[in-house]
């Protein structure tokens, strides 16, 4: 038993994402059935996995009378573009940390910030994740100073409280899908994901096998980070899990540095463009999908067992990347008489 459904949440998200079924990408994988769950559609501020996640953090903000949002990222956080819009829709206001190289111009995700309003203070050259906290942890003393109530959401927003997200799209997916034993392959950044996605398999679908794809960091990392927030998230609805029986499969050979892509990942993203219409990212979904393709290569993944992709998102990304996906434009211009 769970107390899931007790948890405070405010809708944010379009639910349910559907499960498209991707059988020409499966057929360029090797895949008997490919199925991909579509959560670059929930509809916040272009979609994405944090609409989940921000349902939760959000009943906690407004339940605890808060009147500012305070979180961070690198310069194309997903995280920071959907905690901006959810903040403006619920009518408190927004801060944002950011880090990364310096810009002239706005681009992707931070255009979409920009546009919701928030007030940013960018690192130049340094998205380090204890940088961008302390940063941050120093803005929020500066507002309760000044009277202000604000709530600091971490990286990624990725907490135990967030991760219950996961848990519910994990009994979204056991309604849409009637087999019992399929393996769902996902990127890994903070962790929150990753974590929901393992402690929900438990619950709603112990058949399942998670694989994680890292986008930033060691696997030792990743298991440490998702086993200390499927602990804390099982505690929060008070289901009894053992955390020497977590399986938790991740590989880190798919990205070399946060945020850059890799060949292998814009062939990914134009692979599933050419071939089913689905739009990937440079930073998260290109790199998992390559994963998966490399590790369907190597065996890993059973080609006989049906995959779910989880599509996490991500979209506005490709517009900050359009001189290395843009370079191989097939067009010929057409000029009016003069």
Known sequence: MNNLDK????????????????ERLAAKIGLKELFIKRDDLTGLAGGGSKARKLEYDFAAILGGGYDVVITTGGIQSNHARM????????????????????FEIPKGNLLLDVLFDAEIRYLVDDDDNESLMAAMNKWAAELSRKGHKPY????????????????RALQEISRQITRKKFQIILAVGSCGTYAGTILGSKIFLPEARVIGVSVSRTVQAIK????????????????????????????????????????????????CANLEGILLDPVYTGKA??????????????????????????????????????????????YRDR
Do not use: W
């Open 83 to 102: 905690t901006a819009a959810a903040a403006r829709k619920l009518g408190l206001d927004i801060k944002l940390v950011l880090g990364g190289p310096d």
């Open 152 to 167: 600091i959401i971490p990286i990624g927003g990725s907490t135990a409280l967030g991760a219950l997200g996961y848990v």
């Open 7 to 22: 948890i405070p949440r405010i809708p944010l998200a379009t639910l349910p994402t559907p499960l498209d079924k991707a």
């Open 224 to 271: 440490e980070r998702t086993s200390e927030i499927v602990r804390g998230s099982a505690e929060l609805i008070k289901y009894k899990i053992d955390p020497d029986e977590l399986s938790l499969e991740c590989y880190e050979d798919y990205f070399t540095e946060y945020g850059i892509m890799t060949p292998a990942g814009k062939k990914a993203i134009i692979d």
């Open 289 to 334: 999908m390559a994963g998966l393709t490399e590790l369907v290569n190597q065996k890993v993944v059973n080609k006989d067992i049906p995959v779910i992709f989880l599509h996490t998102g991500g979209l506005p990304i490709l517009f900050s990347f359009e001189a290395d996906l843009g370079s191989k434009i097939r067009c010929t211009k057409i």
